[in-house]
């Protein structure tokens, strides 16, 4: 298996980069390239004067299409004379309420999206929102990028995964299962495993053997929690064992307790510095 449907979605022109590097995922996958153009509509009928509901929203869905196209022609520009890349892009407006059905839509039928993280400096706000519909509505595994760094070399040398023993977890191992098969060596880092859990004194046992039976080359490591966050634990193993990739579940706490509280997840797409392929 092979991912031969990438997705990017782009809502504003500072993600012009984000494309150049879904673009360069694509070329090594020999994938076609979808590009959704997103135009947002951000008005709010309830304040608009008496009687004035359907001039605003007329307006405002026709300033939305307005940026949806222009930045459609930017992904042409971009993407002009591309050698070895077949893509598409489409021009679409939703209103803030309606990114998730939309995006959602459009990431059930792809077999990758790859995004910029969400909370890089010069992201839209809308960045989050659309990073969670893929991953929620669309039940599509997410190539989160770091906002600076060049795309990563497919198929990865070194694979950090991160386990826990969730079905998060599982979904994203399984998603990635193309790239674990075709890396150097994996990683099946364990960090702090509950001693009452399924696994016992075995954590990441019955993993690792399902994934050698895959032709992966997968070690162990269990590690002792050290730092407050296990997001850092993550961070700091992944350098230390110089790892290209990190593969994680995303959201094993509700999405909003982790906006609340923080959690592995969002703490990896504020903070990770390394391509992090997360599923649910």
Avoid at 157 to 184: C, H, K, Y
Wanted: net charge negative; proline share 6%; glycine share 8%.
């Amino acid at each position: 298996m092979a991912y031969k449907t990438i997705l990017t979605v782009l809502s504003a022109e500072s993600q012009i980069p984000q494309l150049e590097r879904a673009a360069d995922l694509a070329r090594q996958q020999d994938a076609h390239l979808e590009i959704l153009c997103l135009g947002i509509d951000n008005s709010q009928p309830a304040y608009f004067f008496p009687g004035g509901t359907a001039y605003g929203l007329q307006e405002a869905i026709a300033m939305a299409m307005e940026d949806a196209e222009h930045l459609n022609a930017r992904v042409t520009e971009a993407l002009a004379g591309s050698v070895g890349l077949c893509w598409s892009s489409e021009a679409l407006v939703a209103q803030s309420g309606g990114i998730a059905g939309l995006v959602g839509m459009k990431a059930r039928f792809a077999d990758l999206a790859v995004l910029a993280s969400p909370y890089a400096e010069g992201q839209p706000g809308d960045a989050e929102m659309i990073c969670e519909a893929a991953l929620f509505e669309g039940a599509c595994p997410v190539m989160v990028l770091p906002m600076n760094a060049p795309a990563p070399t497919l198929p990865p040398n070194r694979v950090l995964v991160a386990w826990n023993q969730s079905p998060e977890a599982l979904a994203a191992i399984r998603r990635a299962l193309p790239l674990l098969q075709a890396a150097r060596a994996v990683e099946i880092t364990c960090i702090d495993p509950q001693r009452a859990g399924a696994e016992r004194s075995d954590p990441g046992g019955m993993l690792t053997q399902m994934l050698v039976r895959h032709g992966v080359h997968a070690e162990i490591a269990v590690l002792a929690r050290t730092a407050p966050r296990i997001s850092d634990e993550i961070n700091r193993r992944a350098v230390e064992i110089g790892a290209d990739m990190v593969v994680m579940g995303a959201y094993g706490h509700s999405r909003l307790r982790q906006a609340i509280l923080g959690g592995a997840t969002r703490n990896m797409l504020e903070q990770a510095e390394l391509p992090v392929l997360m599923a649910r």
